[in-house]
């Protein structure tokens, strides 16, 4: 999306592409650039994405929920199971465990301890834990003390000198330097009265678009000395499957592109990297539209 100027007056165009197809969609600005651009800027991309985008990641909803109901208890522990394995595994070798998917499932599923760092094993078994409480719906709202919880419970054993701690230190993750550590209890309470009023806007934001949105606003905050990623996405997917949609797993293989799209977020706008979820969640759950 740019912002464009013809015989004088200013418009945003939004260039996207509708099966392979490419569309474009321009929104009169006036002889000036409004103040509150971003905000314009958000709500024509919701416009649009409500007509096309979302109208997708709706169907995998209903096809997924159609689909579930359908499936035994037994064999729902299963698939639950399953994907706890795999959304334990890859979120946590993204951020560099030692062990692969064959011994995270021989570890959660047959409980056999592979030959690899004790933290590395302990933040893979309580990962799964805090995942299964998701899954079973144990938790009911955001909040700054659920998020501290959770970075407690996976971390406790293997960095108790930081879990469900605020960093008191400056960090860089590659060219982005985040936030003072100072600044962090106010940018954490203002995270959560944002992700609040979002819930309850009118028109209301798209349940997909708030845990993409809720990624990459926690993150940029970076509010741990470790495990920041891992927490995000499990942000996310809580907020996927509290609304009834199927999880998003990031894969280990496509950590790249991952951090290609956060990058240029950081660089351009939030939309390069819900652009990167959405395609994401598309390819993940195909399977349902």
Known sequence: MEIVKKHGYFYLQHVYKIDGDLN????????????????????????????????KFDLIKNNYLK??????????????????IDFTYNTNAIEGSTITLDETRRLIHYKITPTKPFGDIMESMNHTKV???????KYHELS???????????FKESKPDMAGIYREY?????????????????????FIKWYNKEKKRSPS????????KAHYRFVKIHPFGDGNGRITRLIMNFI??????????????????Y???????????????????YKRFLKWNKEYL
């Open 67 to 84: 689909n579930w109901k359908k499936i035994p208890e037994s064999v729902k522990k299963k698939i639950i199971e399953k994907q706890a």
């Open 240 to 257: 996927l499957h509290k609304h009834g949609f199927p999880i998003l797993i990031i894969e280990y293989k496509k950590r790249q592109s």
């Open 144 to 154: 700054i003390k659920l998020i501290m919880k959770w970075h407690l419970d996976v």
């Open 131 to 137: 995942f299964n409480d998701i899954m079973g719906n």
């Open 205 to 212: 934001i798209h349940p997909v678009e708030l845990a993409a």
């Open 170 to 190: 400056l960090v860089k993750v590659g060219n982005y330097l985040c936030p003072d550590w100072q600044d962090i209890p106010q940018l954490m309470k203002d």
């Open 259 to 277: 951090y290609h799209a956060l990058n240029q977020a950081d660089k351009k706008t939030e939309w390069e990297f819900l652009k990167y979820i």
């Open 24 to 55: 474009s969609k321009d929104l009169y600005l006036g002889k000036s650039i409004p103040k509150n651009i971003e905000k314009i800027k958000d709500d024509f991309l919701r416009q649009i994405n409500s007509q096309t985008i979302f109208k």
